[in-house]
């Protein structure tokens, strides 16, 4: 069979659900297991998300969790959105919604972690 | 003349009231636990980023997550993030590479195996936040500090 | 032995314009078919109760239904493999029309856009048969057993949410042509397939593959179906 | 509310027969078909083990052969020339199945894969030959599936559970149909300029059945009651292995595999009774040596039902004493997998309705009513004809189990039917378009569904007296002790006259619904009305043929005779009583002989 199918952005997310969630059981475990196991909230402050991303190797990690992580929630929520939300016309102004909403608190992450903790006007 | 539906309620009933087997239930956890995290996961970042916007607020947050019904819900959350993460390389390798194992058997197998993987994984882990609780939140120290 | 059976019944012609369960008591043999249950209850209790049957030996597709929760056809059930309290109800996500019967349309219309048929019209030159080796035929022999009773598409989540969602039926149907070395439109099917409303509407919950009386195994065909589309 | 609709040619019925009809129609006319059952559901999906066609794809055969095999299994009451021509028309169908895309299962070599089954001989060796054309044990399946499938490919129109229940006929010439649609439960008539009628058989008529619960005899008794005569009802195959008490069907192939017939004593006896073939004798020949054995208390644990054993090593083991031999010439041996890949639709039956895996135990299996070789007389042509000279019907085509063309006579061999369906089922289309090409829409009376208002009213208004499920009873039982396997003099007489006083009570049968919305109720009760006309039609053929050919078995007339009785029936039905005239066979070039298997 030549292949003449079109990539379609249903494909391709199929195919990002997949290999985006492979890499988030390291990135997502192992945040997971350090700050909320090991540490754990009662010794998290703002001089510790300081110290850490001051560290461009944890700085640059978590900025790949963000990425990743953010990216598969949301468009596993625009699935699932799409499972009760029916025709074209509304599907794309959730799309719209959906992804303003990613770009916004993607952003927001991205300048804090990129800024850094400010402990100084905590 | 056909009797009244709705997909809403379709799926309500169907989600909740089919007997379907071990794939219906771990669909609806999978589905159940990426939301929650997707929560999570958004507060998360909102809340992280007041270190740089409003670095007055962070402590606020923090306390809140240190509150016991908070920190259970980490428990939960840390659930969600095994059970999620496990079942969905199991859905992924399965699609990707070895779809001839979507059988019936092999399929049981696969939902029960991940399931018992999780729990496996998610003990400790657990164990391990709740002690944390109970020292901080209850000042129960236990094995003996 | 004594059966417990609750059907559920609907006809708004006869002002049971909200489901509701009539229940029965009828003496069963262990080796009944669940239909032979409802013939028992249509001939001899209620003539009024509908149903659609006619091989009766699971092959015409006919009489699917939920049985105790569950998608099956009522002439390939027995009696001992579901016990003594016995529920039926008309297949989910499909119109309710009365009683069992559900409106079939949608489902026929799902299964026709999948072009299911063969694009050929190649024929050797002696007007004998196409030659196809037995390991070419047996790559597409699970999705030829279909008998389109629906049982598949009406347990899934995602056709119980979204009815344009074509339903694994179709795409067990698309899938046993596509991979028909005779055939020639196997990328016009991926390509319809290519969307939300065909194979990516598949969250592989399951159901349909447990749920087939011809166990087809449809999550499969469904996973290779997506595998052909993004390869 | 009556609706009325316009088609060139109107077929009535979906299965191979109908769509094939269809396909072949729609090309030429503006074709309708009408189905009281989903397409897909009808019963040539419930065939199994082959289509019959000469090609020799493993081993030497000559339509020659599958010509006369057809006229021996017939008991020589088959039209000779209808049988040549469906034999000559054969591989050439067979290809274009394929053609179409039927799945058929294949030979190493890439060609169609072929299959022994019941009758079909090597004319030179006596020896079964490889004949059957199959898809594993669902190749009706597979035909009703791909012909479904081009039809939709062909955007024929099709008018889905659309219940037809008269044949409307002007001067003496078909010109539609009527039908009730059965989501609303109103009145369609179908005005055409040629009508086919390819409603399958009657098989609900008996007990233990094979046969669908669509299986009535819509065709037949809607024909009868518009004076058009049915002929040899008295044929009625009892296919030797239905699934004891249930009757599903366990197909010929799984004997053609080197399945064997058991009695109590663990004694393979169909080679005391057909000492070449043996348990591929033709069907009728089988099913009476199993009633022998059971009457003589040798059916397992003395009941009337006998083991069919297809376990891998039974099967070797006679293969072995039969000195059975692969095509290639090696000795003929098989594993359980090959088994299971040859019949897995059967080998789930048996587990599904016996809870009995057939690789290590086997199967209980008694003979089951399954084929009518009776039905609307037509000639090759798919034209209905409706006297003793063969006199034309103009406009009325049947095609499929309905029809008898005849070219399965007495008895039909498996694999014959399906080859039946396609060959006839594609002439009758192109006939009838060829005729609505040629013809005007003849006028429909003036109250077309008078007739039909009539029936569905005496039903609906008549109080529940009588109710349709227990005559129905009544009816299979009388008919399977009766009319079925053994028939004598008295058996019959009382049968005749139990459904005639079944038609009296008939009369008086109410339904529960009085709806309109898929009122199957008062469907199911007027089918019961076909199945009860068709019954006395059969009843009454049968008791006037005082001989025993093929099917039609007599206690008290053990032999052939073909000085009396080479002919065919030919029932009418008269202010409801039965009347019966013959019709000659023809004859070209097979004379009859004494039939040995
Ligand atoms: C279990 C089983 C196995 C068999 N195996 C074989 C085999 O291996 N080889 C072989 O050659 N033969 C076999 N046969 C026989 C063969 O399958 C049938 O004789 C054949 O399929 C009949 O086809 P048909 O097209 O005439 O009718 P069907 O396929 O039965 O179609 C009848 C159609 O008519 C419609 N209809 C009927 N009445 C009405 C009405 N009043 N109004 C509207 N529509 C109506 C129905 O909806 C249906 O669509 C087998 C039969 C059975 C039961
Ligand atoms: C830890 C590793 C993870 C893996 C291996 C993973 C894998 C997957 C896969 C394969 C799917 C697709 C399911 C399908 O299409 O049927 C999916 C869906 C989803 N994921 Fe993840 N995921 C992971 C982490 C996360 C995280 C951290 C979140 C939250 C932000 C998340 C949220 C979701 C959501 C909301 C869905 C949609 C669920 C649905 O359609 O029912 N996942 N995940
Ligand atoms: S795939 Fe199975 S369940 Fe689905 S329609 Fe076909 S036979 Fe029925
Ligand atoms: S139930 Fe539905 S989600 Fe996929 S695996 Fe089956 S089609
Ligand atoms: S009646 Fe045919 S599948 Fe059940």
Same mark, same amino acid.
């Given at each position: 069979m030549t292949q003449k199918v079109q990539k379609t952005y249903e494909s391709v997310a199929w195919k990002w659900m997949r290999y985006s969630g492979i890499l988030l059981i390291p990135l997502a475990w192992i945040h997971v297991l350090i700050q909320d196991v090991i540490v754990g909230v009662h010794a998290i402050d703002i001089d510790y998300v300081a110290l850490r991303w001051a560290n461009i190797g944890w700085q640059a990690y978590d900025f790949f969790l963000l990425a990743f992580t953010f990216a598969h929630g949301m468009n596993g929520l625009r699935q699932v959105l799409f499972d009760f939300v029916h025709g074209e016309r509304a599907r794309k102004a959730w799309s719209v919604a959906l992804f303003i909403f990613w770009l916004l608190v993607s952003i927001i992450g991205t300048i804090a972690l990129v800024k850094g903790a400010r402990p100084e006007l905590a | 003349m056909a009797a009244p539906s709705n997909p809403i309620r379709t799926t309500a009933e169907g989600y909740i009231g089919y007997r379907g087997r071990e794939g219906h239930y771990a669909f609806l956890l999978h589905r159940l636990t990426g939301l929650g995290t997707l929560l999570f996961l958004i507060i998360h970042i909102l809340d992280t980023s007041t270190v740089y916007f409003f670095p007055s607020l962070y402590e606020h947050a923090i306390d809140i997550y240190r509150s016991t019904p908070f920190m259970l819900g980490e428990i939960a959350l840390v659930f969600s993030v095994i059970y999620h993460g496990v079942n969905g390389l199991r859905i992924a390798a399965v699609d990707l590479w070895m779809e001839k194992r979507w059988t019936i058997k092999a399929q049981q197998m696969g939902v029960r195996g991940t399931l018992a993987i999780s729990i496996l994984l998610w003990l400790p882990a657990a164990a391990l936040m709740l002690k944390s609780m109970l020292e901080h939140n209850f000042g129960i120290v236990l094995f003996g500090g | 032995m004594l059966v417990y059976l609750r059907i559920f019944r609907y006809n708004p012609e006869a002002g049971r314009n909200k489901p509701t369960f009539d229940t029965y008591n009828i003496q069963a043999d262990p080796d009944d078919r669940v239909l032979d249950l409802l013939e028992h209850v249509k001939s001899y209790v209620d003539g009024s109760l509908s149903y659609r049957r006619s091989c009766a030996h699971g092959v015409c597709g006919s009489d699917a239904m939920r049985i105790n929760g569950q998608n099956a056809l009522a002439c390939k059930v027995l009696v001992k493999d579901v016990g003594r309290e016995i529920t039926v109800e008309p297949l989910l996500g499909l119109p309710v029309l009365k009683d069992m019967i559900v409106d079939m349309e949608p489902f026929f219309a799902s299964y026709r856009k999948v072009m299911p048929f063969m694009v050929n019209d190649d024929i050797p030159e002696d007007g004998r048969e196409r030659l196809q080796s037995p390991e070419e035929r047996a790559r597409f022999d699970d999705t030829t057993k279909c008998i389109l009773c629906a049982a598949c598409t009406t347990s899934c989540p995602s056709f119980w949410a979204d009815d344009e969602y074509v339903g694994p039926a179709a795409i067990v149907n698309a899938h046993r042509f596509i991979f028909d070395s005779r055939d020639h439109a196997g990328d016009e099917r991926l390509n319809i397939l290519n969307d939300r409303e065909g194979a990516f509407g598949c969250r592989t919950a399951f159901n349909c593959t447990s749920a087939c009386p011809r166990e087809i195994h449809v999550t499969r065909a469904i996973a290779e179906v997506k595998q052909a589309i993004v390869a | 509310m009556t609706q009325h609709h316009q088609h060139e040619v109107v077929i009535v019925g979906a299965g191979g027969a109908g769509l094939m009809a269809a396909l072949y129609a729609s090309k030429g006319a503006d074709t309708a078909v009408i189905s009281k059952l989903y397409p897909t559901r009808s019963h040539t999906g419930a065939a199994q083990g082959g289509i019959g066609a000469a090609l020799g794809n493993l081993e030497d055969d000559h339509v020659d052969w599958h010509t006369f095999d057809t006229v021996k299994g017939s008991d020589y009451l088959g039209d000779q020339d209808a049988i040549a021509f469906m034999c000559e028309q054969a591989p050439q169908v067979v290809y274009e199945l394929e053609h179409m895309g039927l799945p058929f299962s294949r030979t190493k070599e890439g060609r169609i894969a072929q299959r022994r089954f019941g009758g079909h001989t090597n004319n030179d060796t006596h020896q079964p030959v490889t004949r059957a054309c199959y898809a594993a044990d669902r190749t009706g399946h597979m035909i009703l599936q791909t012909l479904y499938q081009q039809c939709i490919k062909n955007k024929v129109h099709f008018y889905d559970e659309f219940h037809v229940l008269d044949l409307l006929v002007n001067d003496g010439v078909a010109n539609g149909v009527v039908a009730v649609a059965l989501a609303t439960g109103e009145l369609h008539v179908f005005h055409a300029k040629s009508v086919v009628f390819a409603t399958g058989g009657h098989g609900r008529v008996w007990e233990?059945? !094979?046969?669908?619960?669509?299986? #009535?005899? $819509?065709?037949?008794?809607?024909?009868?009651?518009?004076?058009?005569?049915?002929? $040899?009802?008295?044929?009625?195959?009892?296919?030797?292995?239905?699934?004891? %008490?249930?009757?599903?069907?366990?197909?010929?192939? /799984?004997?053609?595999?080197?399945?064997?017939l058991i009695n109590n004593e663990g004694e393979r006896f169909m080679d005391r009774y057909a000492p070449t073939v043996k348990d591929l004798a033709s069907r009728d020949v089988v099913s009476r040596s199993m009633y022998l054995e059971m009457r003589d208390g040798k059916g397992i644990n003395g009941k009337r039902y006998l083991y069919l054993d297809m376990r891998p090593e039974t099967v070797n083991k006679y293969a072995e004493l039969d000195g059975r031999k692969t095509p290639d010439g090696k000795p003929y041996r098989v594993t359980a997998e090959q088994l299971l890949s040859k019949v897995p639709d059967i080998i789930d039956f048996a587990r599904t309705y016996l809870h009995v895996d057939p690789m290590a135990e086997p199967m *209980?299996?008694?003979?089951?009513?399954?084929?009518?070789?009776?039905?609307?007389?037509?000639?090759? =042509?798919?034209?209905?004809?409706?006297?003793? %000279?063969? #006199?034309?019907?103009?406009?009325?085509? @049947?095609?499929?189990? /309905?029809?008898?063309?005849?070219?399965?006579?007495?008895?039909?061999?498996?694999?014959?039917?399906?080859?039946?369906?396609?060959?006839?089922?594609?002439? *009758?289309?192109?006939?009838?378009?060829?005729?609505?090409?040629?013809?005007?829409?003849?006028?429909?009376?003036?109250?077309?569904? *008078?007739?039909?208002?009539?029936?569905? &009213? =005496?039903?609906?208004?008549?109080?529940?007296?009588?109710?349709?499920?227990?005559?129905?009873?009544?009816?299979?039982?009388?008919?399977?002790?009766?009319?079925?396997?053994?028939?004598?003099?008295?058996?019959?007489?009382?049968?005749?006259? %139990?459904?005639?006083?079944?038609?009296?009570?008939?009369?008086?049968?109410?339904? &529960? $619904?009085?709806?309109?919305?898929?009122?199957? $109720?008062?469907?199911?009760?007027?089918?019961?009305?076909?199945?009860?006309?068709?019954?006395?039609?059969?009843?009454? !053929? @049968?008791?006037?043929?005082?001989? !025993?050919?093929? @099917?039609?078995?007599?206690? &008290?007339?053990?032999?052939?005779? &073909?000085?009396?009785?080479? %002919?065919? #029936?030919? *029932?009418?039905?008269?202010?409801?009583?039965?009347?019966?005239?013959?019709?000659?066979?023809?004859?070209?070039?097979?004379?009859?002989?004494?039939?040995?298997?």
């Open positions: - | - | - | 233990v059945t !094979s046969n669908a619960y669509a299986y #009535t005899g $819509d065709g037949v008794a809607i024909a009868l009651r518009k004076g058009i005569p049915a002929q $040899d009802l008295e044929f009625f195959q009892f296919h030797p292995t239905g699934i004891r %008490k249930m009757g599903i069907l366990i197909t010929e192939g /799984v004997r053609g595999e080197g399945g064997v *209980a299996v008694q003979p089951t009513a399954h084929y009518a070789m009776g039905g609307i007389p037509t000639n090759a =042509r798919g034209e209905v004809v409706i006297d003793a %000279k063969n #006199t034309v019907m103009p406009g009325f085509y @049947a095609a499929g189990e /309905v029809a008898c063309v005849s070219v399965h006579g007495a008895n039909r061999l498996g694999t014959n039917s399906l080859l039946d369906l396609v060959v006839f089922g594609k002439e *009758a289309g192109l006939r009838a378009t060829e005729y609505a090409q040629g013809a005007d829409y003849k006028d429909l009376e003036a109250d077309p569904t *008078a007739y039909t208002r009539e029936q569905v &009213d =005496r039903l609906l208004s008549n109080p529940r007296e009588e109710k349709a499920a227990l005559i129905a009873e009544e009816m299979k039982s009388e008919m399977f002790d009766n009319v079925g396997v053994y028939r004598t003099e008295t058996g019959m007489q009382a049968a005749e006259k %139990k459904i005639e006083e079944l038609r009296a009570r008939y009369l008086k049968v109410g339904v &529960d $619904d009085h709806g309109k919305l898929f009122n199957t $109720d008062l469907l199911n009760a007027w089918e019961l009305g076909c199945l009860l006309d068709v019954a006395q039609a059969t009843a009454a !053929s @049968a008791v006037a043929r005082k001989e !025993s050919r093929g @099917a039609h078995a007599r206690e &008290d007339f053990p032999t052939r005779d &073909d000085e009396t009785w080479m %002919k065919h #029936t030919l *029932a009418w039905m008269r202010e409801g009583a039965i009347q019966l005239d013959y019709k000659a066979v023809t004859k070209t070039k097979y004379e009859p002989m004494e039939r040995v298997y």
